[in-house]
């Protein structure tokens, strides 16, 4: 007997692997809300105290503090500037820091060193050490200190080139002492030799050391650009045209020459001129040599 066998063929339907879900667009961090400088200090020197920006009716000066002030938004009372002329850096770190650490400030600027540069016991090694001191004591009070480093001054005030080689050789100093503090500390620095307008004529008062109107305006835009990259809110942007204060006239130059420029010139000249003496030897026997 012979068996049948019936052979059923079962066709199988593949179905096809279910597709990966498409990648979903990575959700962006929010941004975070830029900080609002409620306090704000200023410190330093002659241009910190704001000469070249006088205001009207002998009103005093201006200068680069109250503008930075009115594009932060700060009022009178979160304003100070304990600054004074002829401040040097350890003016500052001892006189100047106690009143800005009582005032609580989110935000201090800090203009000093020329008046170091031009004295005979400069010392860029103290320098480094007094403005790491002023920056780290700030920070521990949540204070974030903005220097300057400083442009060649010989480029828009006019001295003999001893006297000038002189001077660059200091505000090099004083540069490098600044630079090394600003990277070791982390912290922002207002480069006044790459200020876009830095070396033009009308950035300057008539002594040629001290910021116009002008200058004090282009201080305060390089400032809280820095202040808006460190994430601080400009409420108002600084505007570098020239209002409320006094346009001086040639007169008023000349009267300030004589009261006030040439007397210190003479003062700063006899400490500096020892200094630029041994330059000039330096320079001669190199000639020699």
Request: hydrophobic share 45%; with cysteine.
């Amino acid at each position: 007997m012979v068996l049948g066998v019936t052979v059923i063929s079962v066709e199988v339907t593949r179905f096809p692997e279910p597709a990966d879900p498409a990648p979903q667009p990575a959700t962006a961090a929010p941004a975070a809300e830029p900080r609002r400088a409620r306090r704000l200090a200023v410190l330093g020197d002659s241009t910190a105290v704001g000469l070249g920006d006088p205001l009207p009716n002998r009103g005093g000066w201006r200068g680069v503090g109250p503008l930075v002030a009115a594009a932060l938004g700060v009022d009178d009372e979160g304003y100070l500037n304990p600054s004074f002329e002829g401040a040097r850096m350890k003016n500052v770190l001892t006189e100047q820091l106690p009143a800005v650490l009582a005032h609580r400030a989110d935000v201090a600027l800090l203009v000093v060193g020329m008046n170091d540069t031009l004295r005979p016991d400069f010392d860029a090694e103290s320098i480094t050490a007094d403005l790491t001191e002023l920056v780290r004591t700030l920070a521990a009070a949540d204070t974030l200190l903005i220097p300057v480093r400083f442009h060649d001054h010989s480029k828009v005030f006019r001295l003999p080139p001893s006297i000038k080689r002189a001077l660059a050789a200091r505000v090099a100093e004083l540069n490098e002492a600044i630079d090394a503090v600003v990277v070791a500390e982390g912290v922002p620095c207002l480069n006044l030799d790459e200020l876009p307008g830095a070396y033009e004529l009308a950035s300057w008062s008539v002594d040629r050391l001290h910021p116009s109107e002008l200058g004090h305006r282009m201080l305060a835009l390089g400032f809280t650009t820095l202040l808006e990259q460190a994430g601080y809110a400009v409420a108002e942007p600084v505007s570098l045209t020239c209002s409320g204060g006094v346009e001086q006239s040639a007169l008023s130059h000349f009267g300030w020459l004589v009261g006030k420029g040439v007397p210190w010139l003479w003062r700063r000249g006899r400490e500096f001129l020892p200094y630029a003496a041994a330059i000039m030897w330096r320079s001669f026997r190199g000639h020699e040599d």
